[in-house]
């Protein structure tokens, strides 16, 4: 969990996704509330995923007497493609009868940046914020309580957009999209090191656009770390091969330190390239099973490939499964799925 105070508002980052998670952002906004001199008693949940603990969440604090508004682009754009869509839905029709006219739930595609869902101070006098532990939430978070500047929203649709989008906005934007890119990867030993991490981060960007330039300076060792990184995806990818038809497969096994959204560009610039394939020896399942394989379809293949069709059936996105799957063109898998089902599933595609 992420939490700290933008101007004078408490502000937790989470994704709820468990009965814990519930607790957590209970607890948050009771103690913001002990803690407060603020004028309402107004939660803004943005950004925030729209799960069960979620939606359970904000039913407790209604009950509790605070007003929840909620903002978010993850409403399911077409007809539902997965049992997750499914229950994003449930969830919206929950919500959106508790809360009446405190509920916007639009897509990515109308609004690619949340803090287009919110004006500059709106949420000033706010008792707290819940919002999605990324790039996104924070930039929402800030225009909320009143911290913006000129292209805030271009660069926030750029933030929370493909890998490599994130770093093409404004010097300012760069300064955190390169210290998002050179986080420590997840690392179940040392759990909450990515956290703490992060937390720093998002805090020095917050002082760095109020124009604090000490913060700058710190921001920018990040920069130069991301800089060596892409350096390294450009030695790896070269090595990369092609293990299916358009399918492009990079071992990174030895070599850990990369920077991911340059290796992806890298591989889809490849002729043909429609997947791409990175063998790891992190991330969630790694650490469960020893490898990794993340799947990614490019962009003008994505109406085509959809992952969920190679998955043997009644399969659940579950890491101790070997297998996460929220997202049509994103697939992490242990090495048993990937060789029984993805790998076969890939070279039959038509
Ligand atoms: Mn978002």
Known sequence: MICFPIRTVPTLFIKGFTA???QTILNFVRKADSNS???TRDVLFIDTPITGPTVEAVHKLKAEGY???????????????SDRDRQVIKATEKLR??????????????????????????????????????ADGLT??????????????????????????????????????????TLPTYDPEKHDERERAQERLFARWVSA???????????????TTYDEAV??????????????PGVVLADVMLTPFFDVGTLLALLEDRPGCKVTVIKKGNGPIAALHGVQYSLAVAKPYQDEIKFPSLLPPHAKSDPSGGIISNLSFLLHVNERVWNEYILPGLRNLP
């Not at 287009?116 to 101070?121: N, R």
Request: with cysteine; proline share 5%; hydrophobic share 40%.
């Open 97 to 134: 009868q508790n809360l009446g006219s405190d509920c916007l739930i639009t897509t990515r595609g109308l609004h690619p940046a949340c803090s287009t869902l919110v004006s500059v101070g709106e949420f000033k006098d706010a008792l707290a914020i819940v919002a999605d532990p990324d």
């Open 231 to 244: 350096l390294a995806s450009h030695e790896i990818a070269p090595k990369a091969r092609e293990v299916a």
């Open 37 to 39: 001199t603020a004028r």
């Open 20 to 22: 814990d998670d519930v």
């Open 67 to 81: 007003r929840v508004i909620y903002r978010d682009h993850h409403a399911v754009e077409g007809e539902p493609a």
């Open 140 to 181: 929402a978070a800030m225009k909320a309580v009143g911290i913006f500047y000129e292209g805030m929203d271009e660069d926030a649709a750029k933030l929370d957009g493909q890998p490599s989008l994130q770093v093409t906005g404004t010097p300012l934007s760069q300064l955190l999209a390169k210290g998002v890119a």
């Open 209 to 223: 656009v109020e124009g604090d330039q000490r913060a700058i300076d710190s921001l920018q060792t990040g920069v």
